[in-house]
């Protein structure tokens, strides 16, 4: 514990810390597979559609039937290949709802469900029925989606700025682009509540990513009045330094997930509870993925091609030159390092309103590169 | 983002008791209002709870078999799913089953009889040309012909707002079982904005209903000369078994509660032409409040061509009624011809009296008759097992959410898994409540939301706590630490429950059905994270710093300076992450 303790005590004086910005192009490639595979998938499988948006079969069984409901679900799912619903009426009956079914193969598994059941072919009454999610409510919800997108982006225009915006929209489809596909290539059925697994996942992610830009931006502010780092640089420690953050909260949303999927549906086999947390298992890991390995990122990208931030690093390269030229602390590439060796006139050069004149007279005459 | 003003963190500390309390009395106040409501669980949905199933069947008319079609059932699903299911919170599922079945299911614990009354009704909406009317219960004297093609003089575009005859014999008491209350008589309507073109340029207005035979004409007028609308089942029978197409005699009541008898010309338009109507208060205009109509594209054109007509006719024929399964609800004036394909009815309405002419307008009309064949109860469409075994696993994922939040921030986690509790609580307790005040109902996407709002939840103490520990790494004590941390970590939780809270605003208003069921509850989630927050985290951690246990930094306190690596005091200005620490006052 107090090993982890202290990571995080390192973790936020930037003495360790992976460089998320500096591999970026690692990262990038990395989705970018991932989303291929997730489209090749949704493209060449396609989407399982249940019966709440493409409608199917409703089979009832006479009065009295003695087949218990898990029964009846297991035997309707192996006459039709399809997830089942099945309800048992007042008077005993039970109502088997499934997906994806037209005509003839209804007659089909009606038959093969009188076998299982043990009951007369003939008292085994099944109807088609439409989706219960007509168009209509498919639409709206879509509507409702793009509306949420172009606020949300507006807003952290904003609040944020809007390379920020875009970073977080990008991070956004990312995760949800994976989460369909993992569902194409699973073959699981797209139910209303996978739609409400989606949502709640979009909200997620954006939380998430909204936290660590959060950071970011306010380690940025007084950036253009130092020459220490770079835009990136910072991108990488608000990274790093909200990184036990992260982890944590990613770890406290995905436990009850996994308990959902692992025990819940690993004992039970597949079914509603499965197709929920699967969807909010992958899209849970992937938005927690995604605000660190590409949204981030993706801002510093954007944020270094203004003018500003190319002069910064212009002037930060510089000063790193010239450090090395003159025989100090000589590593210009990765974050982390600098960071720890070359801290000691980092105080005068980041501005900290309360601090600054304080560390300023500090962090002079103190021998460098000594910090322990 | 402004830096933290010191006044109001120093306030927020003095008086930490206070807003413990105040969430204190919060949950005792509401935990007894469920106990006096009887309402003690959340109401789950029908795949965890199961309900009832009603089962309708469509019923052919004669000469309109053909009205049984996708379209109309598609139609009359989705103003069933409105009407059972408007705040779109209730869990209660309409679909169609075969060629001409609809299945409702109806989660229990909802007043399943209340339903089926709603669901059942077969509303039919026809707004038809008002030929004759007056005061009922008054010496009746129909003398006008019923034939529609009367009087149709091009001038004359009376712009009467105030019309029907005599307010004599203020007759007819208000029937409690009326659909009709509120009615304003003194309708009037305008075309919405747009000016109108008066396009019709009286090209022979052949009246479809062309007088009929001359018996049936007398048959009418013997009709209309005995109903007195005072008289419930008079009403009742009233114009019962008119066909659209034919002429036909109905009641309605007017704003002074007055009933008023009518002979109607045939429907010109239907029920279904109307897209969508909804209650306006009109400030433009001082109108007050008005209901506006949209049309569709077949029904712009019905409508543009009988208010055209209408337009030129005298007082009372310059009326429509709109008739809702034969009685009269509102009976506007027309002065010129609506093409716009939105129209506007003003007169003496009330904010109530307008909404339910809009609902009756938007969602009254079903496309066609349906039939009650059976009613019965259905199990959970989640088998219990499987009920069961979920519970077991998200109980299971909870304690491994609480053991690690233990393990890593030791004492600091009784602080979270009390916010979580008081979370929980909150939710449950409102959720109960909910559930007899707007029909709200838990479905299994709701529950695995809320499950996942736990991380949301959480997340909002993770984030403070890293902010408090971050702070004792720069050498503070704790008393400060919980302080100075609290502004930043305030900001950050506000910033992106913001944004979870746009998206369940957003979805709720735009969406229905399931979906706005869920974007319910993650509203409701997310501004309770920030009550228990602000009210409940933060007061609490204040409080525990002056405590020893917490405050002088014990080694299972989570917050023990030596095991958070804090620098000692004197060196604690080194701080080569600067930015991170830059803001303070």
């Known amino acids: ?372 | 983002m402004a830096a933290p003003k010191k006044g109001r963190s120093a306030s927020a500390q003095s008086k930490p008791g206070r807003s413990l309390a105040l969430i204190l009395i919060a949950i005792v106040g509401l935990t007894a209002g469920m106990f006096a409501t009887g309402q003690t669980t959340p109401r789950l949905g029908i795949d965890l709870a199961g309900g009832t199933s009603i089962t309708l069947r469509a019923v052919t008319e004669p000469g309109q078999e053909s009205a049984i079609n996708k379209t109309n059932m598609d139609t009359a699903v989705e103003i069933m799913n409105r009407r059972v299911n408007g705040l779109g919170v209730s869990e209660t599922e309409v679909q169609t089953q075969g060629a001409k079945n609809i299945i409702v299911n109806i989660p229990k614990g909802t007043n399943a009889k209340e339903a089926r009354a709603q669901v059942g009704t077969t509303a039919k909406l026809y707004f038809r040309p008002v030929l004759v009317t007056e005061i009922s219960g008054a010496a009746a004297t129909p003398t006008p012909s019923p034939s529609p093609s009367a009087s149709s003089s091009g001038g004359a575009t009376d712009k009467a707002t105030d019309k029907t005859t005599s307010s004599s014999s203020p007759s007819g008491t208000p029937s409690a079982t009326s659909t009709t209350q509120g009615r304003a008589v003194t309708d009037a309507l305008k075309a919405d904005a747009t000016p109108s073109t008066s396009a019709s340029s009286s090209a022979s207005p052949s009246a479809s209903a062309s007088s009929g035979s001359d018996a049936a004409t007398s048959k009418l007028q013997a009709q209309y000369a005995a109903l007195n609308c005072v008289n419930e089942k008079a009403r009742a029978e009233a114009g019962k078994g008119a066909k659209p197409t034919d002429p036909t005699v109905a009641c309605g009541k007017n704003s002074s509660g007055q009933w008023q008898k009518y002979i109607l010309g045939p429907a010109e338009v239907d029920g279904t032409d109307v897209k969508k109507a909804s209650a306006v208060f009109n400030t433009r205009t001082g109108a007050g409040w008005t209901v506006t109509m949209d049309f569709t594209s077949d029904g712009r054109k019905k409508f543009g061509d009988i208010t055209g007509k209408l337009a030129k006719n005298q007082q009372p024929q310059n009326q429509f009624a709109i008739v809702l399964d034969g009685e009269v609800i509102s009976d506007p004036s027309v002065s010129e011809a609506l093409t716009g394909g939105n129209a506007e009815i003003s007169g003496n309405f009330t904010q109530e009296s307008s909404q339910s002419l809009a609902n009756m307008l938007s969602y009254g009309a079903l496309p066609l008759t349906f039939k009650e064949d059976s009613v019965t109860t259905v199990t959970a469409a989640l088998g219990g097992e499987q009920l069961h075994a979920g519970l077991i696993a998200g109980a299971i994922g909870l304690a491994l959410v609480v053991l690690y939040l233990f393990l890593y921030y030791r004492g600091l986690a009784l602080v979270a898994v009390a916010s979580l509790l008081v979370s929980a609580a909150l939710t449950y307790v409102i959720m109960a409540l909910l559930g007899p005040a707007i029909g709200f109902a838990l479905n299994l996407p709701a529950v695995c939301g809320a499950i996942v709002a736990i991380g949301i939840t959480a997340d909002s103490f993770i984030v403070y706590f890293e902010r408090v520990r971050d702070e004792i790494r720069e050498g503070r004590s704790l008393r400060p630490a919980v302080e100075r941390a609290w502004p930043r970590a305030r900001r950050t939780i506000m910033v992106s429950d913001f944004v979870s809270f746009l998206a369940a605003a957003v979805l709720f208003v735009v969406t229905v059905g399931k979906v706005q069921g869920f974007a319910f509850t993650l509203g409701l989630t997310t501004l309770l994270d920030v009550v228990v927050v602000f009210l409940f985290t933060k007061p609490l951690l204040t409080i525990l710093a002056r405590s020893k246990f917490f405050g002088s930094g014990h080694s299972w306190s989570g917050l023990d300076p030596k095991r958070l690596g804090a620098r000692p005091p004197l060196r604690r200005t080194r701080r080569p992450s600067a930015p991170v620490e830059t803001k303070e006052a």
Do not use: C
Request: proline share 3%.
């Open chain 1, 1 to 372: 514990m107090s090993k982890l303790g202290n990571l995080g005590a390192r973790l936020h004086r930037g003495e360790v810390g992976y460089d998320f910005v500096g591999n970026r192009k690692i990262w990038y490639g990395i989705s970018i597979l991932i989303t291929i595979t997730a489209i090749v998938g949704l493209a060449v499988r396609g989407l399982n559609m249940g019966i709440e948006f493409q409608g199917g079969a409703v089979f009832t069984t006479p009065a009295k039937t003695s087949a218990s409901v898990s029964q009846a679900e297991k035997y309707a799912e192996e006459a039709s290949g399809h997830d089942a619903i099945v309800q048992k009426l007042g008077n005993g009956s039970l109502r088997i709802q499934v997906a994806g079914i037209d005509t003839n193969k209804a007659d089909q598994v009606s038959t093969e469900l009188a076998k299982n059941l043990g009951v007369a072919e003939k008292d085994v009454t099944g109807e088609l029925v439409g989706p219960s999610w007509g168009e209509q409510i498919a639409n709206k919800a879509w509507q409702g989606l793009a509306i949420f997108l172009v606020l949300v982006v507006i807003y952290l225009a904003i609040a944020f700025e809007w390379r920020m915006a875009v970073a977080a929209f990008v991070a956004l489809i990312h995760d949800i682009t994976i989460t369909v596909g993992i569902y194409a290539l699973v073959g699981f059925e797209v139910t209303p509540g996978t739609v409400i697994g989606l949502l709640t996942i979009l909200g997620y992610s954006l939380y998430d990513t909204v936290v660590v830009f959060d950071s970011l931006k306010e380690q940025t502010k007084d950036i253009t009045k130092q020459t220490r780092w770079t835009y990136s640089d910072i991108a990488n420690r608000s990274i790093n330094s909200t990184l036990v953050r992260s982890v944590n909260t990613t770890v406290v949303a995905l436990l009850p997930v996994a308990g959902l999927l692992f025990i819940g549906g690993g004992v039970l086999g597949a079914g509603m509870l499965n197709d929920i947390s699967l969807s909010l298992f992958v899209g849970l890991a992937a938005g927690a993925y995604s605000s660190i390995f590409i949204a981030t990122p993706l801002v510093a990208d954007l944020k270094e091609r203004e003018p500003q931030m190319k002069a910064l690093k212009k002037r930060v390269l510089a000063k790193r030159a010239q450090a090395a030229a003159q025989g100090e602390s000589p590593s210009a590439s990765a974050a982390e390092e600098p960071l720890d060796d070359d801290h000691e006139d980092a105080a005068p050069a980041v501005v900290g309103p309360r601090d600054q004149p304080v560390s300023r007279s500090r962090g002079r005459g103190r021998p460098s590169g000594k910090r322990r």
